[in-house]
């Protein structure tokens, strides 16, 4: 049965987790299915956007405990597969030229804090509720500490993973975790809002600057200033900037 959902809509390609019976946990056919489908949509330009979203109440509650309990006794390379998995859909997800928006309702735990955090954009409903619990089952929140110290900083970064304390979404907000958060009385309508609002923004100056947000990682001040010298300059070269420039002036020009 697959464990994912994949469509492609008016320019937004959606992934939904369809394992509300299992809480949408992940295991290694989960991952494989969210990456093999997020390199469809990297080569796919009719898409300008991307939705993860999730069936059932709960986001994801992380890895599937089932699934690692019957791999205890497997050899280190099987270990390193299922591991990989994952961890490529988060590289994939940071790689993906278009913008990624997580609609998160209900638990969000472990793996599905750390695949919500993986994207661009995310947008949680009041009732959500974030949290990194592995320590507590002697288990380590190894690959989504990446993105957690990146979003939270250090402190609260490491204050979450070691006492594995669940939040809501207001505090999760308060540290970076959350983009916005969505009354739960509206939340399908506000979140198509905003994919469908970045699946009409110019798509290659949308692509330019996730590109550019992220290179920013790695670089001192002025090597970033530099990178974004060129990424200036090959924006200025794309057909929506010059269509984009003429009808920005020729509106002023008939104003004046």
């Known amino acids: 049965m697959k464990r994912i959902r994949v469509e492609t809509v008016n320019g937004i390609g959606r992934l939904t987790l369809a394992r509300p019976e299992k809480k949408n946990a992940l295991d290694e056919l989960a991952a494989t299915e969210l990456g093999d489908a997020l390199d469809a949509f990297a080569a796919d330009d009719a898409v300008r956007a991307v939705l993860l979203g999730a069936d059932g109440r709960d986001f994801c509650a992380g890895a599937d405990l089932a699934a690692l309990e019957r791999a205890i006794d497997a050899d280190p390379g099987a270990q390193h597969r299922d591991a990989e998995a994952l961890g490529n859909v988060f590289r994939k997800m940071r790689r993906l030229p278009q913008p990624v928006v997580a609609a998160v309702r209900g638990r969000a735990l472990a793996g599905g804090a750390g695949l919500a955090t993986a994207c661009d954009i995310v947008l949680a409903s009041d009732e959500a509720r974030f949290g990194y619990p592995e320590v507590g089952v002697g288990f380590v929140p190894a ?19 070691a006492t594995a304390r669940v939040i809501d979404a207001r505090e999760a907000l308060s540290i970076g975790l959350v983009s916005s958060i969505v009354s739960e009385s509206n939340f399908e309508a506000e979140v198509e809002a905003v994919v469908t609002r970045l699946a009409k923004a110019p798509p290659a100056a949308l692509r330019l600057t996730k590109r550019l947000f992220y290179d920013l990682d790695s670089l001192d001040f002025d090597a970033g200033i530099s990178l974004g010298e060129r990424v200036n300059v090959e924006a200025r070269a794309t057909s929506e900037f010059r269509d984009g420039v003429r009808r920005f002036v020729a509106r002023g020009k008939g104003d004046s």
């Not at 990446?146 to 609260?156: P, Q, V, W």
């Open 143 to 161: 690959m989504v500490m990446t993105m957690l110290r990146r979003a939270a900083g250090e402190k609260r970064a490491f204050e979450l993973v």
